[in-house]
Structures are given as C-alpha cells and as structure tokens.
C-alpha cells in the first residue's frame, strides 16, 4: 500500500501547516490502524511540472528540516517579528509533532536539534517575546518523549528542558 501526497508549490512546505499531517499522516495513520501495517509513505513535488519528483515521506522530512526549520536564516528572520514570531516557531514544532505522530516520520537527532536550538538556545528569545510559545514548544518535545516518538533523547537535553520550563512556570506565575 502506499499513501501519497502532492504539492504543486513551494510556497508552503510540509511543516507549515497542520493540514499535511491531518491529510497525509492521517491517511498513513488509517491504514495502519486498518491493515496492522505501515503503508509506503511518499511525497509528490510538482511544482515544476517540467521536473516532478516523487521523495519518501522521511526524506522529504529531512529535507525541509534542514532547509527550514533548523536554518540560522529562517529563525533569525522570525526573530525579527517577536512574539508573532515566536508563535510561528511553536507551530512549527507542533506541526512537525502531529505528523510524526501519524506519520512515524521524525528521528531523534532531529528532536535533539529541535530542543536545543528552540528550547533552549532561543529561550532568552522567548521569555522576552513570547514566553507561552517556549511553554508549548518544551511541552509538546517532552510528550515525544513520554509518547515514544523522541525514544533516545540526549540526557543533558532531556534534563535541561525540564529544568527550563519549572523555571519557566515560575516566570509566567
């Protein structure tokens, strides 16, 4: 079986909305749930029509993490609009959170680089601009863990986002 989802644009990539994972990971998510098995997981670009390529769903994943997510440029601009910006940093951790888990498309060194480069490198960031968007984010990477989606997260990571958000449910008090 396989399960495929195109785009026909780049103006939007798969972690930029919630409506790729409720679409595509809840598909994967059905027929997993139907057949006791996980479907091929593909990915369609068309947006040269001249050129389309098809990706696995994990490597298109990594492919827009890289690109994107974790990119100094693309966080660095959204520095730039404080608190909207923040809110669209927590987005995009909960947007990668609900594909993965429909989907099963997250490996934990991408956990890792989430939490230390939004977590807690930004979190001087986030405590000025917006600091219910750190919240968010450090509650949605410790329910991976709990979950089983994040299943080896760094030690020091792990303890420093917990240490971060008791310290940070004092600041919001």
């Not at 060194?109 to 000025?128: D, G, P, S």
């Amino acid at each position: 079986m396989v399960a495929v989802k195109n785009q026909d644009n780049r103006e939007h990539d798969i972690f930029d909305s919630d409506d790729y994972f409720q679409e595509h990971g809840g598909m994967i998510a059905s027929i997993r749930a139907i057949t006791g098995k996980n479907p091929k997981k593909l990915f369609g670009d068309t947006s040269d029509p001249e050129n389309p390529k098809v990706r696995d769903l994990e490597d298109e994943a990594k492919r827009v993490f890289r690109a994107r997510v974790i990119n100094p440029k693309w966080i660095n601009s959204m520095k730039r609009h404080g608190y909207k910006g923040a809110f669209e940093l927590a987005s995009t951790v909960d947007f990668i959170f609900g594909y993965d888990a429909t989907a099963q498309i997250m490996e934990d060194w991408m956990y890792n680089e989430l939490a230390e480069k939004y977590a807690l490198e930004l979190k001087e960031f986030f405590k000025e601009n917006n600091p219910w968007a750190l919240k968010d984010i450090i509650e949605r990477l410790l329910e991976a863990h709990e979950r089983g989606l994040w299943k080896n997260p760094k030690d020091e990571i792990l303890e420093r986002l917990k240490k971060t958000y008791l310290e940070l449910e004092d600041y919001l008090e």
